[in-house]
């Protein structure tokens, strides 16, 4: 999903070329629609980024930079909690949980990973990843994977898993 996104933005940034070109701006937004909508972003969500990043970008004169710098203003505002520490909050007393939840291959094993290494090598904590997708029986070979690449720990049921 997220290299889905990350393509999408670069090639509603790449439709913008000139400076004052409100139609490069339009086929730029509406790419950008239709990526957001098509990776399940709430429409409520997708109208508004789109109406303020065209506003903004109208303010500050139509162009590659200006587009990009509206565009991660916007994100970076709806993504963030007001009153909340910017980055990732660990809880107070340790350990700090965190749960992966999404649909079918909206990315949580990779994500998880990504996750994972970034705790470990950035963050310098310990990490230990938990299997527990039982619906899908490779997702934990994936995760097996991905956390002895990273060289994180992972704790899976192989007993539970065998007899399904």
Known sequence: MFDTLTDSFKNAIGKI??????????????????????????????????????????????????????????????????GAPKGFTFASKPPTVVLMIGLQGSGKTTTTGKLAYFLKEQKKKKVLVIAADLQRLAAVEQLRQITSQIEVELVADEKELLHR
Do not use: M
């Open 17 to 82: 070329r000139f400076h004052d070109d409100e139609k490069a701006l339009k086929k730029a937004t509406a790419e950008l629609k239709k990526s957001l909508l098509k990776a399940d972003v709430h429409h409520k969500v997708v109208k508004e980024l789109i109406a303020s990043v065209e506003t903004e970008t109208k303010q500050h004169g139509v162009g590659k930079d200006n587009f990009l710098r509206a565009l991660q203003t916007k994100l970076t505002d709806i993504l963030t909690i007001e």
